[in-house]
């Protein structure tokens, strides 16, 4: 591209500003009409896998109120050593993760007065059930100790993230066929892949869940019958955008 310099009076500043415009305008449509605008198309695909659950996690909940806080805490510990113990017979040692013990004075209400009912301490302790056939059996076992209740009774697979990775190819294969159909309507050719993003990420870490719900200890009642579970499907599911270059 080739430089002109222009040289004008001093005395004529006015004109120069409008003359120095109009050059710099001109040049800058110059050096823009050498790109070429390519003509693209974006769509939406969606991938989903609909597979049965292989696996339970559960959290288990002990607290106990005594007038002493060293009596309350020792039967949290007592009664959640009883539940590790059990739930060693059900799975590996990795799948069981205890808290610590919290304790903290408990108050109720008596019309508007707070009244001290003694110290509360409490532990949970969260399990992974490999084998769901064995949940009957277990929630049973669980129920007939003095834990207060067994709370996110959730569903998941073991191998979420293989079946999230295979969802995005299933998602991507659609958006591409989506494409190549419009375009054979539109009667234009589909050009090469210039973006790709996923939109459709479920946020599930490790597993993917379906909430079951909580089981109170108020079930005990039952002839200390353990639960049975009819798990839903699980869907897992993701979502690209693509988007081509298209030519006549």
């Known amino acids: 591209m080739q430089i002109i310099c222009f040289c004008i009076p001093q005395k004529n500043i006015h004109m120069n500003k409008i003359l120095f415009a109009a050059l710099s305008v001109s040049l800058l449509l110059s050096c823009h009409g050498t790109e070429k605008n390519s003509a693209t198309i974006k769509v939406s695909g969606e991938g989903k896998i ?19 806080m060293a009596d309350a ?19 590996h040692q ?24 003694g110290y509360k301490a409490e532990q949970s ?21 003095k834990i207060n209740g067994i709370s996110q009774v959730q569903f ?13 190819l299933l998602a991507y294969d ?10 054979e309507r539109a009667n234009v050719k589909l050009g090469k892949l210039v973006y790709l993003t996923n939109t459709g ?15 109170s200890t108020f079930n005990k009642a039952y002839g200390g019958e353990g639960f049975k579970v009819s798990p839903e499907v699980l ?11 298209i030519s006549d």
Do not use: W
């Open 50 to 68: 609909r597979i049965k659950p292989d696996l339970i996690i559960m959290s288990i909940n002990v607290n106990f109120v005594q007038p002493r």
């Open 73 to 91: 805490v020792r039967q949290s510990q007592l009664t959640a050593d009883s539940v590790v113990a059990i739930l060693s017979r059900f799975g």
């Open 94 to 117: 990795n799948d069981i993760k205890t808290s610590s013990i919290s304790a903290n004075k408990e108050y109720d209400y008596n019309g508007n007065r707070r009244v001290f009912q």
């Open 125 to 145: 302790i969260d399990f992974v059930l490999r084998d769901i056939s064995r949940f009957t059996d277990l929630t049973a076992k669980l129920l007939a100790t």
């Open 156 to 168: 998941g697979h073991s191998k979420s993230d293989s079946l999230f990775r295979e969802s995005d």
């Open 174 to 183: 659609d958006a591409q066929k989506s494409a190549r159909k419009l375009c």
């Open 201 to 215: 990420e479920s946020e599930t870490g490790e597993y993917m869940y379906s909430n079951m719900g909580n089981i």
């Open 235 to 245: 869907v897992f599911s993701r979502k690209v955008i693509s988007e081509y270059e």
